[in-house]
């Protein structure tokens, strides 16, 4: 008895420790108060009808639509999926934007004016076009079956409490298609209305190696300005993965995802950090980003190599062909946390740039995931970040969400830390002025030329700049 006690009691400091060590990161993040936002922004808060009585609700509030959009995000994936793999039906790939526009035209006047102004609209199957009930019918037939495929396991997962599967998969087509319908072909929306879409919509976890090119190009400027400087605690908010985007789906691979690598990459060849001081943080809402890089971290522990499928999102074509600062910059991807080599990219890929990449175990061990909502928590750090990153993820947020984001950004930053970001909203700058985070540099890359629409990515770099008078 006294035994069994006594294996009791060291299983539970066993089990605690471990949990300490596992997820410390995780026991240190706590919600936001009224307090932790500056008096600079409370009159803005105000107005807006935020207060230090109603905050509390109002954190809430965010936490809930964050949680909506998360479902609605999944299941704006399980539809590209459902319409895009070659997994589970032979049946040919229909391209989301257009079927978007197939069902629009399918639709009566009046009821597309219903689906359009609805959050939730129930089609029945006539009002689907065929291809589309053909393929949704051969994901569901599929569904039930055992499977290695890691998209069809979690999307299994992921329905396994829902009561009637067709008529929920027809719904979420139609919201899904309602989003691409607004932003691709209603009566040219403008840019603000496009923002306004994003600020509302699903959240998604797609992600491509582009964005990691301006990323790139700002530290090589850092580098340049301060050759000694050290960029070794880094945190990236929202790495994303490429599970089932809207267009280009790839399930000859297994889901990717590659700013934890590409920033480790960069920072490594720029000499702005090394292998063993490197130490990269990931905060993600989303349970299934965090656990592909909870496993690349386990990996980095069973000392097993971590084969990585690089390909590029724009094609290289002769109408609109990648940038030669592009193409520099796909080919020396990589070689600072491991080894490249050529890869055949998918036949209908084939004009995309592609090689594979064997990530070094002690890189994966540098690389940890933690939950975190950057709007309404934030992390009691011993040890702030030297360098923060977030890409294509503010597009997602309101501007008062915008300001809560950097507000608690700011706070797990260390005293000249940077701040990496690509959101040209002028409300950023504002919101950045006031937290002592002035600009530094801001660029403008070309990924890609091409007489109609040359693609450019933008970014921008702010530094702490901590006055402690005015704390
Ligand atoms: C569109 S992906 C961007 C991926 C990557 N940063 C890139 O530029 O390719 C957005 C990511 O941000 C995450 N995200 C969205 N809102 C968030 C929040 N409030 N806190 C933390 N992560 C968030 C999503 O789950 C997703 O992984």
Redesign the pocket.
């Known amino acids: 008895m006294k035994r069994l006690f006594r294996q009791t009691i060291f299983c539970l400091v066993i089990g605690w420790c471990f949990a300490l060590t596992a997820y410390g990161q995780t026991r240190a993040v706590r919600p936001i108060e009224f307090a932790d936002i500056p008096a600079t922004f409370h009159t803005w808060l105000k107005e807006q009808g935020i207060t230090a009585e109603s905050f509390a609700a109002y954190r809430q509030r965010i936490e809930a639509q ?1 949680a909506e ?2 479902r609605r ?1 999944e299941w704006e994936h399980l539809i590209y999926y459902g319409l895009q793999s070659s997994r589970f039906t032979k049946l040919p790939k229909i391209e989301p934007a257009l079927s978007a526009r197939g069902f629009a035209q399918k639709l009566k006047a009046e009821e597309r004016i219903r689906w359009l102004s609805a959050n939730e609209f129930s089609p029945t199957t006539q009002q689907l076009p065929p291809e589309v009930n053909a393929r949704l019918a051969a994901f569901q037939q599929a569904l039930p079956s055992k499977t290695k495929d890691e998209r069809m396991s979690y999307f299994q997962q992921f329905t396994r409490n829902v009561t009637d599967l067709p008529a929920a998969l027809r719904r979420e087509y139609a919201a899904t298609m309602q989003f691409l319908y607004q932003k691709e072909f209603q009566a040219k929306p403008t840019a603000a209305e496009i923002a306004a879409l994003y600020q509302s919509r699903g ?6 190696i ?3 090119f301006a990323v790139h190009t700002i530290l090589t400027i850092l580098k340049s300005e301060r050759p000694a400087l050290k960029l070794n605690r880094v945190l ?6 490429d599970f089932a985007p809207r267009t280009d789906l790839l399930d000859e691979f297994e889901p990717q995802s ?2 934890p690598f590409a920033v480790a990459d960069a920072l490594l060849q720029l000499k702005l950090s090394d292998e063993t001081s490197l130490q990269i943080d990931c ?4 349970d299934r ?1 965090i656990a592909h890089w909870q496993r690349v971290n386990q990996r980095g522990t069973q000392q097993k190599p971590h084969l990585v499928k690089l390909l590029s999102g724009v094609a290289d074509r002769a109408e609109a062909p990648l940038s030669e600062d592009f193409k520099t910059y796909f080919a020396a991807l990589g070689k600072g946390i491991g080894l490249t080599a050529p890869l055949k990219p998918p036949a209908q890929l084939a004009d995309h740039l592609s090689k594979s990449l064997a990530v070094r175990p002690t890189i994966n061990k540098t690389i940890r995931a933690l939950k ?5 928590e934030r992390q009691a750090l011993a040890s702030p970040y030297d360098l923060i ?5 503010f597009p ?2 309101s501007d008062v ?1 915008l300001m809560l ?1 950097l507000t608690n950004l700011a706070k797990q930053l260390g005293e000249t830390g940077y701040v990496v970001h ?1 959101e040209p909203r002028a409300t950023a700058s504002a919101v950045t002025q006031a937290l002592h985070l002035p600009l530094q540099h801001s660029r403008t890359v070309l990924i890609a030329s091409g007489k109609s629409a040359p693609l450019y990515d933008f970014i921008a770099v702010h530094q702490k700049k901590t006055d402690k008078k005015s704390e």
């Not at 990153?389 to 993820?393: G, L, Q, S, Y």
């Open positions: 964050t959009r998360e995000g959240h998604s976890t797609d992600t491509q582009e964005a990691n990236i908010v929202g790495p994303g993965l590659y700013q905060a993600d809402i989303n980003v975190l909502n950057v709007l309404t990153i977030v890409t294509n993820v997602y947020f969400e984001a690509n």
